[in-house]
């Protein structure tokens, strides 16, 4: 069924391309499928499939701009279409589908050219473009090579930005250094501004303005390669607390905020598509091993259940466990979690609720987290060194509704995160300060 979705988009986007009706384009793709000319189409859809296999979040675009067809890959954007001359491509509209043969010399190669970040950015501090220039990528490889090489140019390029970029902010709250840009603003209760990093963003000294803060985080996830790499799990705590509405919500939030805010990215809609940077394979647990410089929390939640299969649920028991005694030292001596006054039961129930939205917040706090030390060995502050974050919730709830009890909320957090940990590095527990 997914074949064949998939074939009906691929028909839609290249009729239209071409002008043809729907019956006519399935009939010339066929035709050039049997006669075996490479098409855009067939790389594309198996770049996508490579891709989606080795862990990234991906969005397909099946229909064409600028003659050719686009690949949006955790933060790389990957284009495949054909080698024109200057001539041609200056006479396109920009809609011509790369396997349009009134368009394009059919007997032309493909060329894949990809860049990093998503948009394209030039950094006065660097006097050069953050990532890299387009680069071209050869077709005349297995598709999981090409998907290595474009994972190389990330790395690196993640790797050359972080070193070459000064840092020349302080966070306010921690007093660690960064880049300008990897710092993001937020106010204190008296309303002053202040500059925070990611482990310190839900300090209790923060009036949190989490439409504010989502709006930075789409910045630096399509403008930087660089940015530090726990910034992802606050994406994620945003996803998990907004819901399947996040999207919608943002969307209206930012247009009312300035009419000039960019549009929220696709990742507000499914916090398990928020790509999570890796640190270097030598840095990492074995259950991440073979995922590559980043990966979609989807692919690293699965790689953790893989390894660990017994890890969600062992933390649900416990954690409830402790919820449960809890309410029995609240002077419920004999309450069990189904007998006992409403009110408690129903308090248990919303911690269970909890548990099942956070649990991705949990992994990806401790993943990203770690990935955050392993990238910044100089960082001193308690908060860095424990690798967790300092978790106050109820600053989230004033606007936005996660529908649960911002209690529970920061008691998952601090119940899972050092279990999640201890499982996946059972040698580098970090030190107490
Ligand atoms: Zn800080």
Same mark, same amino acid.
């Given at each position: 069924m997914t074949r064949n979705h998939r074939r009906k988009k691929e028909t839609r986007a290249f009729a239209a391309a071409t002008g043809k009706t729907y019956l006519d384009a399935a009939n010339s793709l066929n035709k050039l499928k049997a006669a075996e000319v490479p098409l855009a189409t067939t790389l594309h859809d198996s770049l996508v499939a490579e891709f989606r296999a080795a862990g990234w979040p991906v969005i397909a675009d099946q229909f064409p701009m600028g003659g050719r067809l686009w690949i949006y890959a955790g933060p790389a954007t990957v284009n495949i279409g054909r080698e024109v001359s200057a001539a041609v491509q200056r006479n396109l509209t920009g809609d011509e589908h790369p396997d349009d043969p009134n368009a394009f010399d059919l007997g032309s190669p493909l060329e894949i050219i990809v860049t990093a970040p998503r948009m394209y950015n030039y950094s006065d501090e660097l006097q050069r473009v953050v990532g890299f220039e387009p680069r071209e990528v050869s077709t005349n490889q297995p598709f999981t090579e090409i998907v290595t090489e474009i994972n190389s140019l990330i790395s690196e390029a993640r790797h050359r930005d972080q070193s070459d970029i000064p840092e020349r902010a302080t966070c306010d709250i921690c007093g660690d250094r960064y880049p300008s840009d990897g710092l993001f603003e937020a106010r204190d209760m008296l309303d002053s501004r202040l500059e925070v990093c990611p482990c310190c963003i839900f300090d209790a000294d923060i009036d949190l303005d989490p439409a504010l803060l989502a709006y930075d985080l789409d910045f630096a996830a399509t403008e930087?390669? +660089? +940015?530090? +790499? $726990?910034w992802a799990a606050a994406q994620v705590l945003l996803g998990c607390l907004g819901g399947a509405d996040l999207l919608g919500w943002l969307k209206q939030q930012w247009k009312e905020r300035s009419p000039g805010w960019r549009v929220p990215e696709e990742w507000w809609a499914d916090s398990l598509q928020t790509w999570i940077w890796l640190p270097p394979a030598a840095q990492r647990p074995i259950a991440l091993a073979?995922? $590559?410089?980043g990966a979609s929390l989807n692919a690293i939640i699965a790689a953790v259940g893989r390894s660990f299969p017994e890890l969600q649920s062992t933390c649900r028991v416990s954690f409830m466990e402790s919820v449960r005694d809890e309410l029995v030292s609240d002077s419920y001596g004999d309450f069990d979690g189904d007998s006992g006054p409403a009110e408690y039961r129903e308090m248990y129930r919303m911690a269970g609720v909890a548990f099942e939205r956070l649990w991705p917040a949990a992994v990806a706090f401790t993943v990203a987290m770690a990935t955050q030390v392993a990238e910044r060995p100089r960082d001193h502050s308690p908060r860095a060194r424990l690798q967790r974050p300092l978790f106050q919730a109820e600053h989230w709830d004033r606007s936005m509704s996660s529908g649960l009890n911002v209690c529970d909320v920061e008691s998952v957090l601090e119940h899972c995160i050092p279990k999640v940990r201890e499982a996946l590095y059972p040698d580098r527990q970090p030190r107490r300060p």
């Open positions: 930087s390669v +660089a +940015a530090p +790499a $726990g073979d995922l $590559g410089c």
